[in-house]
């Protein structure tokens, strides 16, 4: 039997088996209700919320995009690392809070919050269509991946496009079936492959190609000071700017945003109660350090496959050239059921809030919720995988600019929360000047802007405009 026949026969049986427990999360449920579908009848306790949440960081990015990056400019990649575990900390106060909202008034999204919030189902709408225009890119960031991963492992049998097929068909029946339950369930899975397949590489790559000493460390390590000093320091390699303010910007940035990102909130509501929240706060950036293995292994890899055309290959290229085809069919499980997880995530969060906020708002569709949001779960997964094909771009650049798109939802969402003179008319101007600053910014080429990530300027427009327009309203009233 062929290394490709026995790479994708495991690659399929494991994929046979993730869509088997979407169905057994499902059988297991005692309600059918969109509660129960879009955050798991809020009954999900530490350790389901724990590896739900830590399959949504830990990505096919990480195993592509950041080894991508690693292999391309070095040491800025370590801001992956330091936003999610500064998050973590921001999200110990904010994941109670927002539970608590949401279970107080039965909201299941960001986009329910905000209209029940500012009382105004219309601009409920309005965040769920925004939302939406951010989080696909990173659907297709995660179709991009698992594409990648399925023609790497096949060693080039399956193609790009038959990759992406197979990413939108088995998520899309997954996440249609099971919900958010079924989510956790495939992330006890693809938490146990992670960490065997990464800490397997971790010793097995650098003996390999750099020498049994040290497991290879000591060999890699010195050839990267000698050889390639500019990879180990700030901006990096051959970077757009990515140096010392671009790092803590970006950190700072991210790390605020992804606690109202409409997939972690979609986790925090999922729980059972706060103090679950609390502790996933607190064991969740021990998770973290296995980043350190694809981003180092991603340095290596420009000594072991030098002038690579797609630097997101830049591990799996490694994997297929030194593993056994078993181990490289395992390790492409992990990275697939790293794409499969989140995107799930992604899509039954934008079909829940499109389902109850924008074509459930209305009193003639409200019982068909749920329906509609399997409906738009496909629509999304579709437009997503149209976009992948069409306008393929890398899988870094997209996660940053969905971040930085986000981010404008911080006033609305988390300062709507805690500033009770928060207006509607002050929350919407707000966010319509900082989305544009965002995107000028970004489509004129200036971002980062004099060493700053574009969403930084921006959303400081989007806080000034709305404190301005808020307070006007509110002395108005006086």
């Not at 079924?182 to 397997?200: E, P, Q």
């Not at 906020?357 to 569709?365: D, I, M, N």
Request: hydrophobic share 55%.
């Amino acid at each position: 039997m062929s290394d490709a026949a026995i790479a994708l026969g495991i690659f399929a049986f494991f994929m046979l088996v993730t869509v088997g427990l979407g169905v057994l999360a499902l059988r297991r449920s005692a309600s059918r209700s969109l509660t129960d579908w879009s955050v798991g009848g809020r009954s999900l306790g530490t350790a389901l919320v724990w590896v739900l949440m830590a399959g949504e960081s830990y990505t096919s990015f990480s195993y592509l995009g950041a080894a991508g990056w690693g292999y391309g400019y070095g040491v800025p990649v370590l801001y992956v690392v330091a936003y999610l575990g500064c998050g973590y900390a921001v999200g110990y106060l904010v994941g109670p809070l927002l539970w608590r909202y949401a279970r107080d008034h039965d909201c299941v999204t960001i986009s329910d919050m905000v209209a029940h919030r500012f009382r105004t189902p219309v601009l409920g709408a309005a965040v769920a269509v925004f939302a939406t225009v951010f989080l696909l890119p990173y659907i297709q960031l995660q179709l991009t991946g698992m594409g990648v991963v399925v023609s790497t492992i096949s060693y080039g049998r399956v193609s790009l496009d038959w990759g992406y097929a197979v990413a939108f068909l088995v998520t899309t029946a997954f996440v249609v079936v099971s919900g958010l339950r079924g989510s956790a369930w495939v992330s006890l899975l693809k938490d146990v492959l992670v960490i065997l397949t990464l800490l397997t590489v971790a010793v097995w790559i650098p003996v390999h190609f750099f020498g049994s000493g040290g497991l290879g460390y000591p060999h890699l390590l010195h050839r990267m000071v000698a050889e390639k000093p500019e990879w180990l320091t700030l901006p990096g390699h051959d970077s757009p700017g990515l140096g010392m303010g671009w790092f803590a910007s970006t950190t700072l940035l991210s790390a605020f945003t992804i606690t109202v990102f409409p997939t972690t909130v979609a986790g925090y509501l999922g729980a059972k109660n706060a103090g679950a929240l609390r502790r996933n706060a607190i064991y969740l950036p021990f998770y973290q350090v296995l980043l350190f293995i694809p981003l180092l292994l991603g340095m290596a890899a420009a000594f072991v496959v030098p002038n690579l055309k797609d630097s997101n290959l830049a591990l799996f290229r490694m994997v297929v050239d030194a593993l056994p085809a078993w181990l490289v069919g395992l390790t492409g499980v992990a990275a697939a059921l790293s794409s499969i997880v989140p995107m799930g995530v992604f899509m039954l969060v934008i079909g829940t809030m499109w389902g109850r906020s924008v074509l459930g708002a209305s009193p003639r569709l409200a019982d068909r919720q749920k329906g509609l949001s399997q409906l738009v779960v496909v629509i999304a997964g579709a437009a997503a995988l149209l976009l992948t094909y069409t306008s393929p771009n890398t899988l870094v650049r997209l996660s940053v600019v969905s971040y930085e798109g986000m981010a404008q939802l911080l006033p609305v969402v988390l300062g709507g929360l805690l500033w009770r003179g928060m207006t509607r008319a002050g929350a919407v101007a707000g966010l319509a000047a900082g989305t544009a600053v965002m995107l000028a910014l970004v489509l004129s080429g200036n971002d980062p802007l004099w060493g700053c990530n574009a969403g930084v300027p921006a959303l400081a427009v989007n806080a000034v405009v709305n404190l301005a327009v808020s307070t006007a309203r509110w002395r108005r009233a006086d």
